[in-house]
Structure formats: C-alpha cells, structure tokens
C-alpha cells in the first residue's frame, strides 16, 4: 500500500501520522517526506518538492510507501501531479489530518476538494481527527467536516478514527526516539530503579518508566485508529 499524509494548514499532526501511526505498522513502507524548508536537510529521506518527478518514478518499484507532503509543499504537490497524468493513482490511500481549529477544519476541506478535482475517488480519501482532548465529543467539534463528509461524499471518514492529545509525542520527539521504540523496550525500568545507586539515575530511569506507560495507552489508540482506517477504506 502507497499512502500520501497532507494537509494544506501545518501543525495538523501530518509527521505524527506519518512516523507514529503508519510507519511502526506498515515496517514494509519507506517514509520519504516531501518539505523544501527541509531541503538542505541532512536526512536522504527528504526531497524537495519539484522533485515530484523522481518521486513518482521512484513510487513505481516499490510496492509499499509512506509519502509526508509538508505543508509548503501541497499546492505544488498537487499542481505537478495535474502535469502527471494519472499520478494521482500511484497512490492507494490520502490520509488528510484534522484538527478541532475552525481555520484548519477549512483547509482540511478544502483539500479534500483538491483531491476529488484530480480524480482520486472518496473511497481513497480519508480524515483522521487529531490533538483530541480526552472526553470531547469529536462529532461535535468537527461539525463542519461531517456535515462536509454527508453532503458532498468525496471522502470517508469515522468518529472513531481518533488521535487524542497527549505530551508523549514531544517527549519521545525530544528523545529522539519513535513512540513504538519506547514501547517495544523491554527493560525492567522497575528493577534498574531498585537497583541503581545514583539519585541522577534513579530519577532519568523513573522518567524513562513514566514515558513508557503513556506511550503504552497512546500506542493503543493509534492501533485502533488504524484498524478503523484499514477497515473503512477496504468497505468502500
């Protein structure tokens, strides 16, 4: 499966989907991020935006991939794939990130409505809701978007496809680390707490174990999201 991550507002969480939703679950898929403020950056995995070109052949050998099209870069995505007959294919799925901001909300729309004029079918076109506050009623704050999803039908959609809001991704960010490397390490933090003789250690390791138990419940949730996503897409 190819996935392309976009949004025309920023800060909508599109790297988070990105690195922590789809990356950790899809290990098959390369993740290459699409961003020019990005381009003298030291990562192989970014590319300029007017590279479209070398992306889209580069999409043909493979048979999994994770696109993350930065912000300043979408309308130009977008602009070269109407040059690119039929590139708008090479993907199997647009995830669109949302946000409980109005102005994002009209961005997450407008996108959406990009995407149809290009001819990518609602059934590939889906809105995750993201930096949700536990105990919101996400139907609620993203009013504008359902009544967009049951009037026009260009895209699909669940309330269940939820991303609450958590600090654990700032702090693994700060880390350095993915959310799934916290999750998958097997060290007992209890034991090497009793153990160590060093107050500083004693506390950088409690810090680790309280990182690690928010990362657990938050990886839950990311799990369910993408299930709901896989099967409401395989049903339309």
Do not use: W
Request: aromatic letters at 6%; a negative charge; glycine letters at 6%.
């Amino acid at each position: 499966m190819k996935i392309a991550v976009l949004n025309f507002s920023g800060n909508v969480g599109k790297s988070t989907i990105a690195r922590h939703l789809l990356s950790p679950r899809m290990p098959e898929a390369g993740l290459v991020a699409v961003e020019t403020i990005n381009a003298d950056s030291a990562s192989d995995n970014t590319i300029r935006g007017t590279d479209f070109g070398k992306l889209q052949q580069d999409l043909q050998l493979e048979d999994h991939a994770i696109v993350d099209i930065g912000a300043s870069n979408v309308e130009q995505f977008l602009a070269l794939m109407r040059q690119y007959h039929e590139s708008h294919e090479d993907f199997d799925l647009y995830l669109v990130p949302a946000v409980p901001h109005l102005k994002q909300q009209r961005d997450t729309t407008e996108c959406i409505v990009e995407l149809s004029n290009l001819g990518v079918p609602a059934h590939k076109i889906f809105v995750v809701f993201n930096l949700v506050e536990p105990g919101q009623d996400v139907e609620t704050i993203f009013e504008p978007i359902f009544n967009f999803v049951d009037k026009f039908h260009l895209c699909m959609t669940t309330p269940e496809a939820v991303i609450y809001k958590n600090e654990v991704f700032a702090l693994v960010r700060g880390r350095g680390q993915s959310l799934s490397d916290v999750v998958e390490d097997q060290t007992d933090l209890k034991a090497a707490i009793k153990a160590s003789q060093d107050p500083d250690e004693k506390v950088a390791l409690a810090e680790k174990l309280s990182i690690r138990r928010l990362a657990i419940g938050v990886n839950k949730n990311l799990n369910e999201v993408f299930n709901h996503v896989m099967r409401v897409c395989q049903a339309g």
